[in-house]
């Protein structure tokens, strides 16, 4: 649940994970993990003034059940990776949304973990998950649309015409220029599209934009309206 009055615009996730052996008297031929998923949600509200730093709104904790596992292993198997991966799958069926994007990375800082504590006297290890959400609200879209508001009512473009807006293949931009939105850079990497008017903008951006205001952010060229 979000702070109340709180405005996603950006979220970012990153994933931590702490490895801890268990060593028994009895060597098994199989390796017992128990996973331990939290997850922590944590909200800042980006200043319109970008000398300022982003404001703290505060978190949310959660805890998720814990599973074991169990997987074949012996110190020469080459396949941890992919048993962790497989095994992982299942383990996320309550908690896919938050974690599934976050698999790669976890899977691959468990593996070499365990690759290093790993011995002949191990048969657990638990394996802590934390997972760290940060939620921005960007202050420079929330000025930006107040000052939208005064002039055109907060009218949104029409769908049809937000869906009809040209994607821009990598080749066709300066991945340095900056999209006027977030204040960051196009990339290559990144889904952009570009407005009749030629100015172009992070895909989620111009999108999250034009849904609250029917003007381009740059000219104030109009956009269609339902």
Known sequence: MFPTGFVSHDCFKNSFVI??????????????IHFNFSIQQQFWYIRPNNDQESEYWGEIR??????????INY???TMLYEKLDHALSQVFMHIKDEFEDQQHAIVEQTTRKLQRII???MSEACVDVHLQIDHYCDGRILLALEESSSVDGMVPASESSIELLEPMEADERNSNDECSVCLDELGEETDVLR???????HAECITKW???SHYCPL???????D
């Open 19 to 32: 490895v801890e052996p268990i060593v028994s008297s009895s060597f098994l031929p199989y390796l017992i």
């Open 62 to 71: 959660e805890d998720c059940s814990t599973k074991s596992i169990q997987i």
């Open 75 to 77: 110190l020469s198997d």
């Open 119 to 121: 011995n002949s006297d």
């Open 195 to 201: 407005l009749p008017c030629s100015h172009m903008f």
């Open 210 to 212: 034009l849904q609250n």
């Open 219 to 225: 000219c104030r060229f109009q956009m269609p309206t």
